[in-house]
């Protein structure tokens, strides 16, 4: 880009539910007239304006970008505009493809909440080039699905190295919170990749891949554990599938890799639903096989979009947001035998009320904490780009919480809880004593 952007951010889906909310953390956060310059996008002039006006008083100035995601000549002259585009207009894969090609020419850096790994795999092989000539930063996978997993992944990797001077063996990633209702465009994205995956062998075998999304020449590694069987974790916790381990499994081992493996090339990784017994671990394992089979027959499709799945678009009231939550326990191994443990958290509906503030400061780490000359242009994931800039963020504006606990042999020592960004910053940080 030639001249100054416009806009530091423009949120382009500012019409959408998630869209709303990211809307309105950017303003009761930053304002429209402050520090932060940004600007919501769409289609749809009428529903843009609603949007404005559902914003706290002051927002009466919010600018309004009108276009169609389709049309490339618009595409380029907004990309142009801003420093970072924030896309919520998803499935990517249906609606997404031209606006990643337009910020990887430009040079603008960009952030989604895709979870969709086919279609990051095809943007990275497309567009990498692209990106790294023109300094673009592309980022994916920024809400509830992948940062808890991947930063808290990383954080662990961080404090073992400056307490143990060794990296990571092994972490499994306890969800024993995940409250609120899912997200309508997740459940269309993951129930999409499961249809596409039936039909298409090449889209079966991006998802069996664990390393599908890491830089090309790097997507392979050791055997990785199984996340769709029943299995006892080291803690002696009843796993079962957690739906969203097929996205965040990937983005934690491409994290690595980007980094040149700090966890090691034989780090493993795997999580799932604590879910307190064998028997209920079992039954969700059913349950889960169950719906992905349905979901693959078009009559059985339409008819659960239709009567059970919430819509793309729309999502639970605030009273609800507010009262949803989550909590991944990450217990981790050394390699040099000592454990870990780390506690991440969100104190709101982790599908609607978390992840738009999570990627809300995602973009804006991007756009005010990150030079181009500190990272330079390509894909990343969130823990690879910006994880020791973004974990501040997060807890002090998205209510995150990140809590040590050190462990000795099975039992936790609850009181020595630490952020993460204490941990990292303390000169003389808490040591464990003896490894398990």
């Not at 289609?43 to 009466?60: F, H, I, Q, V, Y």
């Not at 080039?129 to 992948?146: F, H, P």
């Not at 506690?343 to 973009?363: L, N, Q, T």
């Amino acid at each position: 880009m030639t001249k100054k952007p416009e806009f530091d951010i423009v949120l382009w889906g500012g019409s959408s539910f998630v869209g709303r909310l990211v809307a309105e953390h950017l303003n009761q956060q930053y304002g429209v007239e402050g520090g932060l310059r940004w600007a919501i996008g769409g289609r749809n002039k009428r529903k843009l304006e609603a949007t404005r006006a559902s914003l706290d008083p002051g927002a009466e100035e919010l600018p309004i970008i009108v276009g169609d995601a389709r049309d490339r000549q618009f595409l380029g002259s907004m990309v142009e505009s801003t420093k970072v585009v924030l896309s919520t207009v998803g499935p990517y894969a249906l609606y997404g493809k031209e606006l990643i090609e337009a910020c990887a020419v430009s040079g603008t850096d960009y952030c989604d909440l895709a979870g969709e790994i086919p279609f990051v795999q095809e943007m990275m092989d497309r567009h990498a080039v692209q990106a790294r000539a023109s300094g673009a930063r592309i980022l994916n996978c920024c809400g509830v699905d992948s940062l808890p997993s991947d930063l808290g992944v990383w954080s662990l990797n961080e404090i073992a190295r400056k307490q143990f001077g060794c990296g990571l063996a092994h972490v499994t990633n306890e969800v024993k919170s995940f409250k609120g209702l899912f997200s309508g465009g997740t459940i269309s994205s993951l129930g999409g990749m499961h249809n596409d995956a039936a039909r298409d062998d090449k889209v079966a075998d991006i998802l069996k891949n664990p390393y599908a999304i890491c830089p090309p020449g790097r997507r392979s590694g050791v055997t990785q554990p199984d996340i769709e069987v029943v299995r006892r974790s080291e803690s002696g916790a009843w796993l079962g599938p957690f739906f969203m381990a097929i996205v965040n499994t990937r983005v934690v081992h491409a994290t690595n890799a980007h980094l040149d493996y700090p966890y090691g090339t034989n780090f493993t990784y795997d999580e799932g639903w604590d879910l307190g017994s064998r028997p209920a671990a079992s039954f969700l394992a059913a349950v889960s096989q169950l719906f992905y089979r349905a979901y693959r027959s078009g009559p059985m499709r339409a008819l659960m979009n239709a009567v059970l799945l919430p819509k793309p678009g729309e999502g639970p009231s605030r009273k609800a947001r507010e009262k949803g939550k989550f909590e991944f326990q990450l217990i981790a191994r050394t390699r040099l035998g000592h454990r870990l443990m780390l506690v991440v958290s969100g104190d709101r509906d982790p599908g609607y009320g978390s992840s738009s503030r999570m990627i809300g400061e995602v973009a804006v780490c991007l756009a005010q904490d990150l030079s181009k000359s500190a990272l330079s242009g390509g894909f990343w994931t969130p823990g690879a780009a910006i994880a020791e800039r973004l974990i501040p963020r997060l807890i002090e504006n998205a209510g995150m919480k990140f809590a040590l606990m050190t462990e000795t042999g099975d039992r936790c020592l609850i009181g020595s809880e630490l952020l993460v960004s204490e941990a990292l910053n303390a000169g003389e940080s808490r040591k464990i004593e003896g490894a398990a």
